[in-house]
């Protein structure tokens, strides 16, 4: 099987703009999570998406959104660019319906100038 | 709330020693607890799980680990280290009051194998 695919790999944006990754589960996982890792803050939870509802949500503000389509396919969307949001962006699918035991995609690197 | 500690984040041992890299957690309700491993520029794979079947848990690439309730430990170990192994690795935990799907990591522990 496929692992977890995430586009793009890399992104450069400046600050205030937006930016849209995507995210490509395992085939047949219908639960993905989305992480944050910074080297300051380490990894952190994001949100959860299964068939379509988003179940969970980290401590991050409004800016940060996401979504999951109904073929699981997920997107996170972060408006208004600060410059800490320079990080690594985890996607993770889950097999479980609880979403536990999570597999990881390689992420991408976002940077904000 | 949960939490999880990672003893050191850095570890040396030379190829052929015993790996063993801490973790303690705090959950106050039965956890589900994890081992990653990350490379330079790559995501993060799972090497094990502990989902309250077996206390001893065996993963991929000869490590392991013990789930201690008492102790609230979860310590990863592989008997004989390989360069291969040099990389940064996560203990993570989830249980029913955060949601399983949340994921909790530690700091990380940097494995650094000298020949």
């Known amino acids: 099987k496929a692992g977890v695919t995430q586009t793009p790999r890399y992104l450069i944006k400046t600050r205030g703009q937006q930016v849209t990754l995507s995210c490509s589960p395992i085939?047949?996982?219908?639960?993905v999570s989305w992480y944050q890792q910074t080297p300051g803050q380490g990894l952190q939870f994001l949100f959860e998406?299964?068939?379509?509802?988003?179940?969970n949500k980290g401590n991050f503000p409004g800016r940060f959104s996401g979504r999951q389509f109904s073929n699981s396919r997920s997107e996170m969307n972060v408006s208004t660019l600060e410059l800490g949001d320079s990080a690594l962006y985890l996607c993770?699918?889950?097999?479980?319906?609880?979403?536990?035991?999570?597999?990881f995609g390689p992420g991408t690197r976002l940077t904000v100038t | 709330a949960q939490s999880v500690t990672q003893l050191g984040s850095h570890v040396s041992v030379s190829e052929g020693a015993l790996v063993l890299l801490r973790c303690n957690y705090s959950?106050?309700?039965?956890?589900?607890l994890f081992w990653y491993v990350q490379y330079p520029n790559q995501g993060l794979q799972l090497l094990l799980k502990?989902?309250?079947?077996?206390?001893l848990v065996k993963g991929i690439n000869g490590f392991e680990a013990e789930f201690k309730k008492s102790e609230t430990s979860f310590h990863l170990t592989k008997p004989s280290a390989h360069m291969s192994d040099a990389a940064e690795y996560f203990c993570?935990?989830?249980?029913?009051?955060?949601?399983?799907?949340?994921?909790?990591f530690g700091k990380g522990t940097m494995l650094l194998v000298s020949p």
């Open positions: 993570a935990v989830s249980d029913a009051n955060s949601g399983y799907s949340t994921l909790t």
């Open positions: 998406y299964f068939s379509e509802t988003q179940r």
């Open positions: 502990y989902t309250s079947a077996a206390t």
């Open positions: 993770a699918s889950s097999p479980s319906r609880t979403g536990v035991e999570q597999y």
């Open positions: 959950s106050s309700v039965p956890p589900y």
């Open positions: 085939s047949g996982h219908r639960s």
